[in-house]
């Protein structure tokens, strides 16, 4: 059940109103009962797996608090990974085996696998291990109420892709009953159309654009290999974006505040800004339980870009069990690593240049740096295979012809893209100054009708649809 699917508009609908009429101590439960329904939707297959996660952290926060214990936290937390790499990473991990077997002249059958990967399971166990090393920490007391608990780990505007909650941040949000706010409610209305304008409009618009290209890279030309490009940069930013929008909206709606999972990426000035606001819940998950606990920036420099190397690696990985994550994952890595070493002579050429570091020059050309580093990187998560990806990028850097195939399928489909990607930006740079949605629901009440409406009609007229008018699945569903 998607956000964007005729079933999901009736039954969160229900679920809200029911949880505003319903007593306080009838709430929580009320929203797990509906937690655990949206997820059986998604196929009941998944469930004994999110059972398991709630029951083993659960237990292991009760036993951590009453004694702070690191092998503990080691049993509980190397349970979860246990459970992601077998049903995530064991195909891949067999398949670099009989790799390296196959090089060293050995003859390796590599088993055929045929398990099930888990919907949601890299974000909840990933909440439920943050859980984990708070309550080591003494950073919160271990939740007692397992209703609270169980809602905390599978809170259905955020089960399937986040944004990736924190303990202190989403678990007192549950002890108290949340009011109704007509503010919030509209709010969030807003922040989910919103959402859906850049699903539909625009991420699979471009989706389609990507899809056809990076297929067949031979048939365009370096100009629409680097087209292409961009545009699953911006693909792949209004999806997941959209997704993160509609969640939190659902939330807000509710009375909740979920973590805001992107803060204009693609206006960074280097690869480094660009992680910290990118995917926030997950960048700064990885920061505060890997990074910090490697070292950090305090054990010298060449440690510290060491340190960053790995996160990034691990990162690639937690996004798919293939080599082009892992490559595009280290990729960024290393943008970090020669930003880092290379940054007194970048500064030096700026002033030899007379070029102030706040200029509207300077800005401008590192923002442009920026997304052309991302955009490379890209490629590599967008490609099926390490072969693709270097087809695409020979493309992109040894100059060619293409064979007259074109982008878009016309006029119509290159002017309703150029018009959504016009409202992101827009929205982007309204963004700068506040919360838009927030914004238009305290605002005047004609401006928001007339807004609200456009919007909604541009995304029913020129939303693209699949079978039976439902949109194509968010990209980090496979997550």
Not at 108 to 128: K, R, T, V
Request: proline content about 4%; hydrophobic content about 50%.
């Amino acid at each position: 059940m998607s956000f964007l699917t005729p079933s999901y508009l009736l039954f969160f609908p229900a679920a809200a109103v029911f949880y505003y009429l319903l007593p306080a101590r009838a709430k929580n439960p009320w929203l797990l009962l509906c937690s655990w329904f949206f997820y059986l939707c998604a196929g009941p297959q998944y469930f004994a797996f999110l059972l398991f996660a709630i029951v083993t952290t659960y237990a292991a926060g009760l036993r951590l608090e009453k004694k702070r214990s690191r092998l503990t936290l080691s049993l509980a937390v190397g349970a979860q990974i246990a459970l992601l790499f077998v049903f995530k990473y064991l195909g891949f991990a067999l398949s670099l085996v009989a790799r390296a077997l196959r090089a060293a002249g050995l003859a390796f059958e590599q088993p055929a696998l045929s398990l099930i990967l888990p919907l949601g399971i890299s974000f909840y166990l990933f909440q439920a291990m943050g859980y984990l090393v708070d309550v080591y920490r003494g950073k919160r007391p271990a939740q007692r109420n397992f209703i609270k608990y169980a809602l905390f780990i599978s809170f259905f505007p955020s089960l399937l892709s986040g944004p990736i909650g924190r303990s202190d941040q989403l678990l007192p949000q549950f002890d108290a009953p949340r009011p109704f706010c007509w503010t919030g409610v509209k709010s969030g209305l807003i922040r989910f159309l919103w959402g859906a304008f850049q699903k539909l409009v625009v991420a699979d618009r471009l989706g389609a654009v990507t899809a056809a290209v990076f297929a067949a890279p031979h048939n365009y030309s370096t100009l629409q290999l680097w087209g292409a490009a961009a545009a699953f940069s911006l693909q792949i930013y209004c999806d997941f974006a959209a997704y993160s929008d509609m969640a939190c909206g659902c939330a807000e709606a509710m009375g909740f505040s979920l973590i805001q999972n992107f803060r204009t990426p693609y206006f960074s000035r280097s690869i480094q800004e660009f992680w910290r606001r990118w995917h926030i819940s997950l960048s700064s998950w990885f920061r505060d339980y890997l990074y910090f606990p490697l070292g950090g920036s305090r054990r010298g420099t060449a440690r510290k870009y060491l340190n960053v190397l790995v996160v990034f690696a691990v990162s690639g990985l937690w996004h798919g069990a293939a080599l082009t994550f892992v490559v595009w994952g280290l990729l960024n890595g290393l943008y970090q690593v020669i930003g880092g070493l290379s940054a007194p002579l970048r500064q030096k050429i700026r002033q030899s240049l007379r070029l102030h570091d706040d200029g509207q020059l300077c800005i401008l050309w590192q923002t442009a740096c920026t997304f052309v580093l991302a955009t490379i990187a890209w490629v590599f998560f967008k490609a099926g295979s390490l072969h693709a990806a270097l087809s695409v990028l020979r493309g992109m850097f040894l100059p060619r012809a293409g064979t007259g195939l074109t982008l878009f399928a016309g006029l119509h489909e290159l002017f309703a893209a150029a018009l959504g990607l016009l409202f992101v930006l827009a929205r982007d740079l309204w963004s700068l100054r506040c919360d838009p949605p927030r914004r238009l629901a305290e605002g005047n009440r004609a401006v928001r009708w007339v807004l609200c409406l456009g919007l909604l009609m541009l995304t029913l007229v020129l939303g693209t649809y699949g079978t039976g008018y439902d949109a194509q699945d968010f990209i980090y569903f496979k997550f």
